[in-house]
């Protein structure tokens, strides 16, 4: 009993983030995921409260701890000052560091988001560039994205956008100096680390499940989990 407990009181969002649940439920009452999904931040505190492992280990497994949006509405209502927001992003850490998200579907979609808004950061300096929302992967975006995507240049200098040019305004280009401010924050922060697991642990589940997986790129299993399978 309490090993996991233990590894996520390593984690200074957990220490932060949970004090002394009494259970009265006002967490899930603002919670905006819980309108919606199979999610409910009270069960989630009252189980790692109770510090028992296999309970633990369900949640590192499962999809829930993946439903919260992180809009923080818990911290503003609890009476004993807990943040289950808090202490979902430590069961998060936890899950990928032990390769459990992959077990989830909700988990396995981690990959997406790494290989699309955290590989974007690196790579342009934001989460989301035109040309990497492409209408073969974003067909919800109707037929008009194709032409918006050819003449998004001209569209954006005539808004004022300065797309991809120097000096101020919108999606305009990041210094060197700026990228490479990024790339020592990610690999400070153990932010790089944490994509190389992601990458793992997702090999791994994909020979499992016999999909083709090449690091980095938009593969067989990348589309299987981008489709939430």
Not at 59 to 78: A, D, H, V
Not at 149 to 163: A, Q, R, T
Not at 203 to 222: P, R, V
């Amino acid at each position: 009993m309490g090993k996991l407990f233990n590894k996520l009181q390593e984690d200074i969002r957990f220490t932060e983030g949970l004090k002394a649940c009494m259970n009265c439920g006002i967490c899930t009452a603002i919670c905006p995921a819980a309108d919606f999904f199979d999610y409910d931040p009270r069960i989630v505190v009252d189980i790692v409260q109770s510090r028992n492992d296999d309970e633990i280990l369900d949640l590192l497994k499962g999809n829930t701890i993946w439903y919260c949006g992180q809009c923080m509405s818990c911290k503003t209502r609890c009476p004993r000052g807990n943040v289950p927001g808090l202490i979902i992003n430590a069961l998060r850490e936890l899950s990928q560091e032990m390769g459990y998200f992959t077990e989830s579907e909700q988990g396995r979609q981690q990959l997406a988001i790494k290989r699309t808004v955290g590989q974007n950061i690196l790579k342009y300096g934001y989460c989301i560039v035109p040309e990497e929302v492409t209408y073969e992967d974003h067909p919800e975006q109707g037929p008009i994205w194709e032409w918006l995507l050819k003449n998004y240049k001209i569209i954006s200098d005539k808004l004022g956008g300065n797309y991809k040019g120097n000096g101020s305004g919108g999606l305009r280009k990041i210094s060197e100096k700026t990228m490479n401010e990024l790339e020592n924050i990610f690999e400070i922060t153990g932010g790089n680390d944490r994509f190389d697991k992601i990458e793992h642990y997702s090999g791994i589940k994909a020979e499992e499940l016999g999909f083709d997986f090449k690091k980095d790129k938009k593969d067989e299993y990348f589309y299987f989990v981008y489709n939430g399978k």
